[in-house]
């Protein structure tokens, strides 16, 4: 089965900050990753995925993600951090033609005005 | 706008009452999910469905049940409510993807305390 691992379980940051969280899974095959974010008291929102193609891969509010294959990682990336970005971050992953989804424990990012 | 609710949004119970928690969709999903959200171990798979009448376990179903009699419904059942339940349970939904990729679309959440 495969899994997903977040390393970071709490970074706090000032504005202006870049960012990056860890994300790394365990899957031999082909697989479909996602960044969920959830805001304080709401639900899970998407904020990019990964399918195929440019590893490279842009979502909402100026988050980025790369995947790097060889090294199972598909980590979330932003240049500068503003206090909105405080939020739990959630990294998953689902093998293709699998319709579930893997979640990795999440980080909590908090951001310091 | 399509969306996906539930209800109640909190609810408090006590230890070996019954406890369903309901989750309706309005996208037309083939496929509903339920997890529960704890602290140290993000979202936990519970149960899910890819269509009426079909239902699976998933890491975490000991205790919960589902039922899927329609396409937009799919209420969570706790038989006999633990103390080791008190969670925030989420549902989610996503289109068949036949092998693509899949966004799941999630609900509010409810928190549930067992007392």
């Known amino acids: 089965a495969q899994s997903v691992s977040q390393h970071n379980h709490h970074v706090i940051l000032s504005e202006a900050a870049s960012l990056e969280l860890g994300c790394n899974y365990s899957y031999g095959g082909t697989v479909n990753l996602f960044w969920y974010v959830q805001y304080p008291g709401q639900h899970l929102q998407l904020l990019l995925k990964?399918?195929?193609?440019?590893?490279l891969v842009k979502g909402i509010k100026g988050f980025e993600a790369e995947f790097i294959k060889s090294k199972f990682s598909f980590n979330l990336r932003k240049p500068s951090v503003q206090w909105s970005d405080t939020a739990e971050y959630f990294c998953?992953?689902?093998?293709?033609?699998?319709?579930?989804?893997?979640f990795g424990t999440g980080t909590r990012l908090t951001i310091i005005p | 706008d399509a969306e996906i609710t539930q209800s109640p949004r909190h609810k408090i119970t006590e230890t070996g009452r019954q406890v369903t928690l309901a989750c309706h969709q309005t996208?037309?999903?083939?496929?509903m999910f339920w997890y529960r959200q704890d602290l140290g171990h993000g979202l936990r798979l519970i149960h899910y469905?890819?269509?009426?009448?079909?239902?699976n376990k998933g890491e975490v179903s000991d205790g919960y049940s589902v039922s899927r009699s329609n396409t937009e419904d799919l209420p969570l059942t706790l038989e006999s409510a633990a103390s080791s339940q008190t969670s925030v349970y989420f549902c989610a939904s996503s289109e068949s993807s036949g092998g693509s990729y899949n966004e799941q679309f999630f609900g509010p959440g409810t928190r549930l305390t067992v007392l």
């Open positions: 996208w037309n999903h083939n496929n």
């Open positions: 990964y399918f195929s193609g440019d590893p």
């Open positions: 998953a992953v689902n093998p293709t033609g699998n319709e579930k989804l893997t």
């Open positions: 469905s890819y269509g009426v009448q079909d239902t």
